[in-house]
């Protein structure tokens, strides 16, 4: 396992503006959505990821088009740096028709599969065998595609996660295995019910998969440990396992205050927001700090755009509840 | 799911019905199980952390085990104040970890302790589905009898809440499929302290299902010592000219279809199964014999419903009782959809149960 | 389980009914369907194998992967050959790993494949469960139309080789209580071969159960080309005096009733449902309407069994249509024991079947 | 991970004795169920444990009465080991109603509760919760109880392994978990499947759990190996994983000929017969050659009594079809 921190990168300073930007989307786009939350115009339960876009919008960077991702519940992030737009994503959680899955699925399972965002899901660690499935299918076509599966902390204690190592490590297929560890399943400290103080990257071994141990709240970082991975994984080398060390700004979900981490934890954490970590490297790098305000006001406009749009839009066609079963298009089970 | 304690009062579209309903739903046909008419008004999420919090203090061989069920009460806040009371040697956090959760329970329950495990969710009982179809089902009958596993599997179950597809099954008719389980999912809160009391003093296991809709719904608490055995149902309002079953939210959209139809000059008698394992047939094929009319609410897809087990022992022991068809109103045959109003459409609603008991009285 | 290519010809007390029921059933209703009639006879293991083979050979996107079956040829023989004929890169073996297999097989058939998934023994689509609940069915719908999971997930279903309680199951209907998958269980080895090509082609998941009692069964093979369309139940014997519906190992257990039937005067028409989705329930009616006695067979214990929906639609839409209960045999609601003697008391076997035709007939 | 040889042992001789009878007890058991399957007198299916001798008794050897173990449906060797009889396990096998599981488990579900043996189960993996549950269960009683799960290579790739090994070791549990790796899951060598070459024993570290890989063939290591594990766990030291290397002499199941292990493979591995090797030991330790031939003797009358008798003993009652489901004794579902 190595252990990567704030080495020097191969990415310029226009490309990171761009990180940059596409990060502040996210990061307005869950504020958003926790404001509609609160105003009772999303429906259900909602998990925000403010503080983890630098590993969304980073591994992104560094995948190709056609690559595949795989996310969780915890998920907007993943669909917006995959190209889903928020408007989209906002009106799929205030169950409009023109929500990115037609308000069928909501907050927990954005999908955009015309990104290779295939999909949210809300079984913890059920989505891992589908990443290395999808790499399976890349191996078979011989299509130079890699499949990455984005999940917490938590799910690496249920079985799926075990399974998918084993078989991705066996089989060398093109997948990553990208833990977001943010300390936290739901209210739990993760380290009070796992064995092991790294998660993921500690487990790795046993499946004799490579492991990297990163700071998961730099987009640099991120870009780059992704792109090792997903260029061994092109060449044949199998799959990598990342853990990404990040937190949560919000709580787990819903109106969690998220009273159970300490303050200090808290304060250090939002020191090190993945939005201040990139402005300080722009800064670093020479860029103007009104490029960056720029940036942020593009930002702004794009989401108040996409909350004013998605709230205009029409409730779904209630026939639609009676669609999209089965491939074409019905939902008939019986003569 | 943090701080899911916030859920609607009526499931599937039965606001306004929970309250006329229960106060028939107070009074059961069977007075030995009934609440003491003074005990006050507590809502159902309060009652299942009373019940445990009973059987908890009455036998030390009674510990808990589950995700965030500890020191955060659990998601629905269902467990709530537990770990202050009981601590951390009664009352377990777990990783998530299902087959663990409910392969530990199997163990300790056939060593000597009565675990009560907590599925968060009753749609994450597909991931440990082996300890519920496969294990503790079938131990004491593979060995002879030699081992019992009396254990509860506690689960938050049902839809109308918006949770999606993966969050807002009613599962109950899995948990039919497999003999060797008791299926328990109470309507009121004084029917979850008494059937938990059962439940966990049974030897058997039993899966008892908390409806998610009804958390926040109120009705009279339980004096101490309240039991409700299991396998019998409650005649939830008695009437003649249609039998309505129901289950869990199906119970008080029943009865508030009832309500609509007494308007409407219909008696309608609600049965409220409480348990579909063991199943009182005894009491449905009994309000047959009175109204020869059978309406079945379940929440449930129709394909592969527990309505069909009901209808089946009806159209069979029961045939020339009928004067109607038997109608079951279920879920629509797809999977849930988030989006409130396309749920409507797919689950159960009172309307859905009127329009099906009108069609039925005018056959 | 090694070498259980040995498993008896007739399940669940059929022997002697099987080769008289297939030459009847080798003629179903629809002329389209049929085999030709010079087709050498195979068995239903070999069917089975023969089946994937064609698939294999028309369409590159279809791959094999489970548990022992590529050089083993699988534990119940049903993929022997394959691994010869398309080498490790169209027949795959996996780890232990049932989650990991219909995981694996969900992700691929998402871009691009038709992964054919074998799980060895029904009984462990419980550890899977997750994918063939929640994930596989859920896909399409959730995403709004925008993925589809076009794959198969073959398995070993059934009891009557005392195989035990975890290994014997007859589990269609889990399978059934899930909008989303298509379910199917053939009965003979021309339906094998027809509605497996089906289910390869189809974009829609389907579950497709092997019953372990037929493997050693024979009957007319397939012409090239042979194709069952999903959902279309067949006439495996035309009668007129009552209906009986079968699915997989219970139909030649109904034609061998129905030959009894016939020898004390009575004409049985036995339906072979095929597939439980979708689910031709216009033949079962029209059936009904021509009987006015339905009987339903089925291997899943009574609780929660298939049979219950049948009937539930049947005592809805046909109530006019009966003269008689609608009668179900099913397995008894107990979990399946070792012994031989011991598993025919639970199962469904010929003598049942008969003794309840004679009192539905005796109505 | 510690790997032991063959050690100095405090097992005395006449101890050492005993254990080789029991083995030669089970060997013949186990040769009596082939034959009386062959014979047709055995029906379904039955997995044979000879070979695996020294893992069963050299663990019961160092458990408490007590103790809990937990078997797979290779289990044969295992019930045996820990008290039951010859005779109502065939009488199981035959489907008598002298069988200890009253003839409705059946080979693969061996059961003798009386005897702290809870069972051997058929769906690969998931017996070994249940383990960690019999000790989660044992510390809440404060009853100094171990429990052991014995399990194949192959089950070490399932998720319910990962789970039971994660929450084993958080909770400090007193259990051990003992793989039988013989090589081979059915009829594929588990190297060929699995990630790591000790699929056990190199995964323990992933669950902070030590480990030890043994000699499965050679009783007395197994029997110090399981002591010192058992000793940790009454002491509060919590779960250890024993991989124990060894053969099974049959094939995976019924008539299967296990063509696809090599000749000199299964050569190499007869000449490592667990018996040939205790009774090295007890020669090497001034055993008289009649006094090992007595013990032979001894169990070669027990097993043949044992057949015998079970073959005479009757079927069971076809209502006991009906009973056992419920605690109750009986099996009604509904009024
Ligand atoms: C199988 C399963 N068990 C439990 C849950 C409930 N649940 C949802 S999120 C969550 C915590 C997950 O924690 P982690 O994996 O660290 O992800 P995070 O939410 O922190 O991003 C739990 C227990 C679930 N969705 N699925
Ligand atoms: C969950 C599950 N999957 C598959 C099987 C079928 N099966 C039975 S034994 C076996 C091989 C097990 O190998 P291993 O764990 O090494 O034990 P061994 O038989 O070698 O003792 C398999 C695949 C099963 N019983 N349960
Ligand atoms: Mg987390
Ligand atoms: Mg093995």
């Known amino acids: ?108 399972h954005l999908t955009k599969a015309s990104a290779g965002m295939l999909g949210s899901y809300a079984i913890v660690g059920a989505h891992l065998p589908l990443a290395a499935g999808a790499a399976w299918s890349a191996k078979l076509r011989g299509s130079g595609q890699v499949a990455v599966a984005f999940f917490g902390d938590g799910a690496t204690n249920i079985g799926a996660f075990h399974e998918a190592l084993n078989i991705a490590a066996v089989w060398a297929l093109p997948v990553l295995f990208v833990c977001e560890n943010n300390l936290y399943m739901e209210y739990t400290p993760i380290g009070s019910v796992t064995a092991v103080a790294n998660p993921a990257a500690d487990r790795a071994p046993a499946y004799a998969i490579p492991a990297e141990l990163i700071d998961g709240n730099d987009v640099v970082v991120v870009t780059e440990a992704v792109s090792r991975a997903a260029e061994r994984a092109r060449s044949g080398g199998g799959p990598t396992v990342i853990e990404a060390r990040t937190y949560r700004h919000f709580g787990h979900s819903r109106t969690d205050p998220a009273t159970y981490r300490p303050a200090d934890e808290v304060a250090e954490w939002l020191r090190r927001d993945p939005l201040d970590i990139a402005r300080g490297r722009l800064a670093e790098m020479g860029v103007a700090p009104e490029q960056v305000a720029e940036a942020d006001e593009r930002a702004a406009r794009l989401v108040a755009e996409a909350v004013a749009a998605a709230k205009a839009a029409p409730a779904p066609d209630p026939r639609e509840a009676f669609t999209d079963v089965w491939a074409d298009g019905g939902s008939a089970w019986r003569t | 799911m943090a701080d899911m304690s916030g859920g609607a009062a009526g499931a599937g579209g039965a606001p306004g019905g929970t309250a006329a309903g229960s106060a028939a739903h107070a009074a059961p046909a069977a007075g030995a199980e ?40 659990g998601v629905f806040k269902t467990t709530a104040g537990l770990f202050d009371e009981f601590g951390p040697s009664r009352i377990w956090d777990t990783p998530i970890s299902e087959q663990a959760i409910l392969g530990l329970a199997m163990g300790a329950a056939m060593t000597g302790m009565r675990p009560v495990a907590e599925i968060m969710f009753s749609d994450f009982f597909a991931v440990c589905w082996d300890y519920l179809a496969n294990e503790i089902p079938k131990m004491r009958y593979m060995t002879g009898g030699q081992v019992t596993v009396p254990l509860v599997v506690r689960t938050a179950n049902g839809g109308g809440l ?45 899966v008892f299902f908390e409806h998610k809709g009804l958390f926040a719904s109120k009705g009279p608490g339980a004096p101490p010592g309240h039991v409700v055995p299991l396998g019998q149902a409650s005649v939830a309002r008695a009437g003649t000219d249609v039998t309505v079953v129901g289950l869990a ?11 609509r139809l007494a308007a409407e000059g219909v008696s309608a008698e609600v049965v409220d199964l409480r348990c579909l394992i063991p199943l009182d047939m005894a009491s449905v094929l009994e309000s047959v014999r009175k109204t020869s009319r059978l309406l079945i609410v379940e929440e449930n897809p129709y394909q592969g419903g527990w309505g069909g087990t009901v209808a089946s022992i009806v159209a069979d022991e029961g045939f020339e009782l009928l004067d109607a068809p038997i109608r079951r109103v279920a879920a629509a045959c797809v999977p849930l959809p988030f989006a409130d109003a396309l749920e409507d459409e797919v689950i159960p609603t009172v309307e859905k149960v009127l329009t099906a008991a009108r069609a039925l009285l005018a056959y």
Request: with cysteine; charged share 20%; hydrophobic share 45%.
């Open chain 2, 34 to 73: 009934q609440a003491a008419p003074a005990a006050p008004a507590i809502t159902y999420r309060e009652a299942v952390s009373e019940a445990l919090a009973r059987e908890l203090r009455r036998d030390p061989a009674v510990v808990c085990l589950g995700e965030d069920i500890g020191r955060a009460g």
């Open chain 2, 249 to 259: 939210a199906t119970v008080p959209m029943a009865l508030a279809a009832a309500d």
């Open chain 2, 162 to 206: 918006g949770f999606g597809a993966q969050h807002s099954q009613a599962v109950e008719n899995w948990a039919l499929a497999i003999p060797g389980l008791k299926v328990v999912a109470p309507s009121t809160p004084a029917d979850v302290i008494g059937l938990m009391a059962s439940a966990v003093r049974s030897d058997d296991p039993v």
């Open chain 1, 1 to 108: 396992m190595t252990t990567t921190g704030l080495a020097g990168s191969a990415i310029g300073a226009g490309e990171l503006l761009g990180l940059y930007e596409r990060m502040a989307v996210i990061r307005r786009t869950e504020k958003a959505a926790h404001d509609l939350f609160l105003a009772g115009l999303v429906k259900g339960t909602t998990h925000l990821a403010a503080g983890h876009e630098a590993v969304a919008v980073g591994a992104s960077a560094a995948l190709r088009p056609d690559d595949y991702v795989f996310a969780t519940y915890r998920g907007h992030h993943h669909a917006i740096a995959r190209g889903a737009t928020p408007e989209e994503c906002l009106a799929e959680l205030m169950s409009r028709a023109t929500g990115v899955c037609k308000a069928k699925g909501g907050s927990m």
